[in-house]
């Protein structure tokens, strides 16, 4: 019972806060240095001082101005004094958390077994008990006397927790605990000799923090009330959904979390550079564009005709494609060209990459083209303010035929004033995509369609729909003006003119002349009155400001002129500015090259000769035309009276690919002819020629070995079909004799003699058949016969010539 009404009779009482008198943390905070005052009790009766030892060092430490009598162990064989060293327990060099267990409390002489273990810890509860019974009344007496209850019931309570709990009993802060804490700070801020000391100071308070924490516990433990703790429980069944989840552990949703993480960040590419830098520059220099400016038509000062409105409104719309076309979209693209060099994009998903651009860019052309159907439908619909309204259309009654009509009229007005909405569309649809730009010869990207920013078609329908509204309802109040005209109908339909025919075919008196006469002059004078109303107001403001305009052209003329050197000038840099950028990627292009040439280093496989001439070809085309683009380049710089640049590269790369050129072609030429002399038909094998061509690679490929002599796959190949060329002269004795066009059927008789079998040639006779023969000991007489047949073949060749001649 002493025990609940210490624990509980400062916590109950009404309007006070014990809170404040419990123990705070100073903002300066240093290491304690314990008292060697020992406490006024022993939680352990059976440890005597000689167990404990006897080194003790003095500290003083003030918790709300009372004084504190705790101590750590004395000496206990150097083995506890170790536990609360207050040297660094960490090393950032250190593989991992610690986990060594500290030693025992305890001497290390004395058993510990359970019921040894367990006395103690009773021994321990009943000294604490004993403690809080035997409160001494000295304290209470250096007390304050003006104190309340409550505060004094907190000051008791504090006294227990520095006197009542000796450190030696309190388990130790473990240095995996600590090395865990460290191993949240970075590296540097780890290692920093600098912060040497700030990060011992800062383990020496987390590890003062932790005794008060652990002795406070140890005290609450003792002084709850069963009753608050069976409220506690029953309190935390009551718990929200959302925090029941959050107690689960470990988390059921982490493997996703952790999946999600890894999923965007490589595929999240909204944070970009590349796009991040679009993203900045569009909301800086185009977030208030707008493809129709309010300002061009609010500026206006007079009612306006439609074709001056249509005018202006075509004006703005060109001037804003201008901006996206030749401003902002090349600027884009030297953005995307500037992130490749810095290695910013990401070639593994290149596609998915310029996607996600390809979507940002369209969401930046949406929001551009929504406000600007906004701003241009709020031009209409939006009440006139003081500051700022659009002045109004020009509208003229005119007589067509026998009708009085409006010019322009209600249509011509919706035509040209709805049209502007799909204009706006439409401009905001026009930009190419660009990646179709930057690789221009992919044929993937390049016909890729423009980019393409959504509008519902509902609201673009229902923005027309009001403005069409604005302009019907607008069209009432001349319409109203014109009934005012009704009673000159007659005049307007030309009846007046019928009638007075009539009535002059007929006989009247001349008082009905005279009365006719009168209602014509009544109707003249009426019209003269309102002609000579508008007389008086035909000179407008409008009217006078054309004609002010009209007279003041000169003096613009000097403006206009300086505005279109402006021009010339802001056209000029922007064409410099594109030749920049073209000749650097230009360079780049050519170390691309210089990359591929490169790779036919490595090509070694004569299997794979036809894929290696593609490559070659296809590289060589591109450095002819790398020429033509020099060539456009130094035009350019004449044009700008610029240096011409040189681009040395260009050559040396075409003379590196020549002779890998060279090799490809010509070991692919003496495969296909090869083939052909050894299979082909005896009519399409002409001697000399083969021998000729034979030749001719065979020359080839030994100045390519010397000029691949230190570049082994290459080398190998040459060497290898330049042996296969030599294998093939050795046949051309062969052909010289078998293949000559002059043997006969008796030339052909006498060799199937000297063979022993028949030689003369079918339709499937070929060179490959004639080796399979081994006639090569009969080589030397049938180049014999060969050579007699050669002269017996030119002698009718002449003969036929003179035989010709002497016809003629």
């Given at each position: 019972r002493a025990i609940m009404e210490v624990g509980t009779r400062g916590y109950n009482k009404k309007g006070e806060d014990p809170l404040r008198w419990l123990p705070s943390l100073p903002q300066k905070r240093t290491k304690p240095d314990w008292q060697d005052v020992s406490p006024e009790f022993k939680l352990f009766p059976g440890v005597t001082k000689e167990m404990i030892g006897a080194e003790q060092r003095p500290h003083t430490n003030t918790v709300s101005g009372l004084p504190s009598l705790l101590r750590p162990p004395a000496n206990k064989g150097r083995q506890l004094a170790s536990r609360h060293s207050r040297s660094r327990s960490w090393d950032p060099n250190r593989p991992g958390p610690s986990s060594t267990k500290h030693p025992q409390a305890l001497p290390s002489h004395q058993p510990s077994p359970l019921p040894a273990t367990h006395k103690r810890r009773e021994d321990f509860r009943h000294a604490l008990v004993k403690m809080i019974m035997n409160y001494p009344a000295e304290e209470e007496e250096t007390a304050d006397g003006d104190l309340s209850a409550n505060e004094k019931d907190t000051l008791r309570y504090l006294y227990y927790i520095q006197r009542g709990i000796d450190t030696e009993h309190v388990a130790p802060m473990e240095d995996s605990w600590l090395e865990h804490v460290m191993s949240l700070l970075h590296q540097k801020l780890r290692t920093s000799p600098r912060l040497a000391s700030l990060l011992e100071k800062l383990c020496d308070e987390m590890r003062d923090d932790y005794l008060l924490g652990v002795k406070k516990s140890i005290v609450d433990f003792v002084l709850r009330d069963p009753h608050q703790v069976e409220v506690k429980r029953s309190s935390s069944t009551k718990q929200l959904p959302h925090r029941q989840e959050l107690d689960v552990v470990p988390k059921p949703w982490n493997k996703s979390v952790v999946q999600a993480y890894e999923s965007i960040s490589v595929k999240l590419f909204v944070t970009n550079p590349v796009l991040t830098q679009v993203l900045n520059d569009w909301y800086r220099d185009l977030s208030k564009e707008r493809l129709i400016h309010k300002e061009t038509l609010f500026g206006h000062p007079e009612p306006m005709e439609l074709n001056v409105f249509q005018s202006l409104v075509t004006k703005d719309l060109e001037t804003t494609k201008h901006i996206l076309h030749k401003k902002w979209f090349p600027e884009v693209q030297n953005i995307f060209y500037n992130g490749n060099k810095r290695k910013q994009v990401p070639f593994a998903h290149l596609d998915a990459y310029f996607e996600s651009g390809a979507v940002l860019m369209t969401n930046l052309l949406r929001e551009l083209t929504l406000d600007s159907i906004t701003e241009y439908e709020g031009i209409f619909c939006s009440k006139p303010k003081l500051v700022g309204y659009f002045p109004g259309f020009i509208i003229s009654a005119v007589i067509n035929g026998t009708r009085l009509e409006f010019e322009p009229s209600v249509g011509g007005f919706e035509v040209v004033v709805l049209n502007a909405f799909d204009k706006i569309v439409e401009i905001g649809s026009s930009l190419p995509r660009v990646?179709?730009?930057?690789?221009?010869?992919?044929?993937?990207?390049?016909?890729?369609?423009?980019?393409?920013?959504?509008?519902?078609?509902?609201?673009?329908?229902?923005?027309?729909?009001?403005?069409?509204?604005?302009?019907?309802?607008?069209?009432?109040?001349?319409?109203?003006?014109?009934?005012?005209?009704?009673?000159?109908?007659?005049?307007?339909?030309?009846?007046?003119?019928?009638?007075?025919?009539?009535?002059?075919?007929?006989?009247?008196?001349?008082?009905?002349?005279?009365?006719?006469?009168?209602?014509?002059?009544?109707?003249?004078?009426?019209?003269?009155?309102?002609?000579?109303?508008?007389?008086?107001?035909?000179?407008?403001?409008?009217?006078i400001y054309l004609n002010q305009e009209t007279f003041n052209w000169h003096n613009r003329i000097p403006k206009i002129f300086e505005e279109h050197e402006e021009i010339v000038k802001q056209s000029q840099k922007e064409a410099e500015d594109g030749l920049k950028l073209r000749r650097e990627r230009f360079l780049s292009e050519l170390e691309g090259y210089a990359k591929q040439i490169e790779e036919f280093e490595t090509f070694g496989d004569l299997q794979e000769i036809q894929r290696y001439l593609k490559k070659g070809q296809a590289l060589r085309t591109k450095l002819e035309e790398a020429q033509t683009k020099i060539e456009g380049f130094n035009s350019e710089e004449d044009a700008f009276d610029w240096e011409r640049t040189q681009y040395p590269l260009r050559n040396k790369l075409y003379n590196t690919l020549d002779p890998y050129y060279k090799l490809y072609e010509t070991i692919t030429e003496f495969q296909t002819k090869s083939d052909l002399w050894m299979d082909g038909p005896m009519s399409g094998v002409d001697p000399d020629q083969v021998e000729n061509e034979a030749g001719g690679m065979w020359r080839a490929l030994y100045k390519l070995e010397k000029t691949f002599s230190e570049n082994p796959n290459p080398l190998k190949m040459a060497q290898k079909v330049k042996g296969r060329v030599d294998e093939f002269k050795e046949l051309l004795p062969l052909i010289g004799a078998l293949f000559n066009p002059g043997l006969r059927e008796r030339h052909w008789m006498k060799m199937s003699e000297l063979a022993g079998r028949e030689l003369m040639p079918t339709i499937d006779s070929n060179l490959r058949s004639y080796i399979e023969m081994n006639l090569d000991q009969y080589l030397e007489q049938f180049e014999a016969i060969s050579e007699a047949a050669s002269k017996e073949h030119s002698l009718e060749k002449a003969m036929e010539k003179m035989i010709s001649e002497w016809d003629d």
């Open positions: 990646e179709s730009k930057l690789y221009p010869s992919e044929s993937a990207y390049a016909a890729r369609p423009n980019l393409h920013p959504y509008v519902d078609p509902n609201a673009l329908k229902e923005a027309k729909k009001k403005v069409a509204q604005v302009i019907q309802d607008s069209m009432q109040k001349p319409k109203d003006h014109v009934l005012l005209f009704e009673k000159f109908n007659p005049l307007i339909s030309r009846q007046a003119e019928e009638d007075i025919k009539q009535f002059l075919s007929e006989e009247h008196s001349f008082l009905e002349y005279e009365q006719l006469v009168m209602q014509y002059e009544n109707i003249i004078k009426e019209l003269q009155y309102d002609i000579g109303k508008v007389s008086h107001s035909t000179l407008s403001k409008s009217d």
